[in-house]
């Protein structure tokens, strides 16, 4: 019913649309584990929730993305495109619009999402969402993605995925992510 009411309150028909599109594949996803959308109940800050089962959905343009986990776990997937830098300045911590400042074209881009796609999921795995602010979560490209709020390092692990036209991200507390992208 929430999905429901959610997608009923879309202005813009392909908000509708990728919105019932995202709700199906979750379904579909949770049955073939067994699990039915009404064990589906709503935590602190509104992040549907099941008890024993975690997962997250997101969607943009003609793709929608599903995560299930054993842990708390969002994503977040982008279409590649254009984007302003000024957004970079707005949300992001200065360490990271520093870090964007050493690419020019497609690779300031793609690093763009790569950050904005690792907020989402980090956001959406805790479900606080993007009430919180951006520039207090800050990510640190090495070897490994590590993660930082207000300054302190987190327990939490960084999966990307590139797939088509779109920039896919999963963040999770545990670091067993699946190393392929099932389409369907």
């Given at each position: 019913?929430?999905?429901?009411?959610?997608?009923?309150?879309?202005?813009?028909?392909?908000?509708?649309?990728?919105?019932?599109?995202?709700?199906?594949?979750?379904?579909?996803?949770?049955?073939?584990?067994?699990?039915?959308?009404?064990?589906?109940?709503?935590?602190?800050?509104?992040?549907?929730?099941?008890?024993?089962?975690?997962?997250?959905?997101?969607?943009?343009?003609?793709?929608?993305?599903?995560?299930?986990?054993?842990?708390?776990?969002?994503?977040?997937?982008?279409?590649?495109?254009?984007?302003?830098?000024?957004?970079?300045?707005?949300?992001?911590?200065?360490?990271?619009?520093?870090?964007?400042?050493?690419?020019?074209?497609?690779?300031?881009?793609?690093?763009?999402?790569?950050?904005?796609?690792?907020?989402?999921?980090?956001?959406?795995?805790?479900?606080?969402?993007?009430?919180?602010?951006?520039?207090?979560?800050?990510?640190?490209?090495?070897?490994?993605?590590?993660?930082?709020?207000?300054?302190?390092?987190?327990n939490c692990k960084i999966k990307e995925y590139d797939f088509a036209d779109y920039k896919?991200?999963?963040?999770?507390?545990?670091?067993?992510?699946?190393?392929?992208?099932?389409?369907?």
């Amino acid at each position: 019913e929430k999905r429901k009411e959610r997608i009923q309150r879309s202005r813009q028909e392909k908000d509708r649309k990728q919105s019932l599109g995202a709700g199906i594949l979750l379904k579909k996803c949770l049955e073939e584990r067994g699990i039915s959308v009404h064990d589906i109940r709503y935590g602190t800050h509104g992040k549907p929730e099941i008890e024993g089962c975690f997962f997250n959905i997101s969607h943009s343009h003609d793709l929608a993305v599903c995560v299930i986990a054993d842990a708390p776990v969002g994503c977040d997937v982008e279409k590649k495109g254009r984007f302003r830098e000024g957004i970079a300045e707005r949300f992001f911590t200065e360490q990271e619009v520093f870090y964007l400042k050493q690419f020019e074209g497609e690779g300031k881009r793609d690093e763009f999402l790569r950050l904005w796609t690792m907020k989402e999921s980090y956001l959406k795995m805790t479900g606080e969402g993007l009430q919180f602010p951006l520039d207090r979560i800050e990510f640190e490209i090495d070897e490994d993605v590590k993660v930082y709020r207000d300054g302190k390092l987190c327990n939490c692990k960084i999966k990307e995925y590139d797939f088509a036209d779109y920039k896919i991200t999963v963040c999770s507390e545990e670091d067993n992510f699946g190393e392929l992208i099932i389409s369907q």
